[in-house]
């Protein structure tokens, strides 16, 4: 049997803290029985909702922290602050250490990348990390980045994103080859800024361990025409919240269409399967949970405003990203480039490989 897939959470983060999380992980225990958790939070609190859990409490340790990292708190503040004590750091140590297999958080967004970054630090050949979300499609699902690790992109940083992305979606949709696309203002080859286009170059090469499929539009997203969208996290996270907001915007209209009148009200209960799979389709909930990509670790972040099925989602990502090997695969994908070219190449390592 395999070894059990050691989870830490950090309990005390998000909107609603262990009242959310800890139904959340429970969910996620029943669809995965070979999990062990981490609790690291106010003991007191997490035990107050653990009680009403006995499933969860057999397969949890908690590891009290004083401090709490404020959903509102500016990164700095919170690594200055919430370094070695808080729930947030504690859990990412937990993984640092080897104690656990990946760190679950619902808390500050910023903060969460600023501990990881800081105390994880990027793999070998990676220049900055990024946060890696399912995406809901017409063909199923594809996997879009960055969605706002950090604001702009080298043609080098598109190239690694690339790379990671794709061993992602080997290990999530068990494919030999996705197909990766990187997102444009058009698929011409002459459009767009002078790092995309690069990126576009570099990628073209046979070298390349990605399957490049080219340019693609913001219309390609939900239309699944790759599987993994590659783009720079300022586009990425305004893509992301928007089709958050569209989907919330057409399930209030269908709400409100449906029962203005007995006809449509009628014609909801005749159709009301159909409606059942739309609905279920829209959810984000099922979507829950970004991969942060790049690090020396598996950190997952769940939307902060998550309910519990919500944050079971970002759980079972976790799991699924330590059980099929996400950082051995990405090492090995990374090990497989070939050198990248002087164009792209920074200062400082151009000014090493001159030394040699």
């Known amino acids: 049997m395999s070894e059990p897939v050691r989870i830490a959470i950090d309990a005390m983060g998000g909107d609603h803290g262990p009242e959310t999380v800890l139904p959340g992980a429970e ?5 995965h029985p070979d999990t062990q958790f981490l609790l690291f939070g106010d003991e007191a609190k997490i035990k107050a909702v653990l009680n009403g859990h006995p499933k969860l409490e057999a397969s949890s340790r908690i590891i009290h922290t004083d401090v709490v990292v404020g959903m509102d708190d500016k990164p700095s503040q919170a690594l200055r602050r919430g ?3 808080s729930s947030m750091w504690r859990a990412i140590d937990a993984v640092k250490v080897h104690d656990a297999d990946v760190a679950v958080s619902a808390g500050n967004t910023g903060a969460l990348m600023a501990m990881a970054n800081f105390h994880l630090r990027t793999m070998p050949g990676i220049s900055r990390p990024a946060i890696a979300a399912l995406w809901p499609t017409l063909r199923g699902e594809s996997i879009v980045l960055d ?8 043609a080098k940083s598109l190239v690694e994103m690339s790379i990671m992305g794709s061993a992602m979606a080997r290990v999530l949709f068990d494919l030999d080859t996705p197909s990766v696309g990187l997102l444009n203002i058009g698929v011409e080859d002459m459009k767009g800024v002078e790092e995309v286009r690069e990126a576009a170059r570099i990628l073209k090469d046979d070298g390349v361990p990605v399957n490049y499929h080219g340019f693609v539009e913001g219309n390609d997203i939900g239309a699944g025409t ?4 590659v783009t720079e996290g300022f586009a990425g996270n305004i893509a992301l919240k928007t089709a958050e907001g ?6 209030a209209y269908l709400r409100a269409a449906m029962g203005r009148t007995v006809r449509a009200r009628l014609g909801y209960l005749l159709a009301r399967d159909a409606f059942q799979v739309l609905k279920e ?3 984000p909930r099922r979507s829950n949970g970004g991969v942060f990509l790049g690090l020396n ?5 769940s939307h902060g405003g998550a309910d519990a099925e919500g944050f079971a989602a970002a759980v079972d990502l976790g799991y699924d990203m330590v059980r099929h ?6 090492e090995k994908s990374l090990v497989d480039r070939p050198a990248p070219p002087e164009s792209v190449r920074s200062p400082q390592v151009a000014e090493a490989e001159g030394k040699t």
């Open 226 to 229: 790759v599987d993994v969208v």
């Open 325 to 330: 090997q996400l950082m051995a695969r990405i």
């Open 27 to 31: 969910i996620s225990l029943g669809r």
């Open 297 to 301: 670790g598996i950190v997952i972040k």
């Open 83 to 85: 370094r070695y004590k």
């Open 147 to 154: 969605v706002g690790a950090s604001i702009g992109a080298t």
């Open 281 to 283: 389709k829209m959810d």
């Open 246 to 251: 569209t989907a919330k915007q057409l399930a």
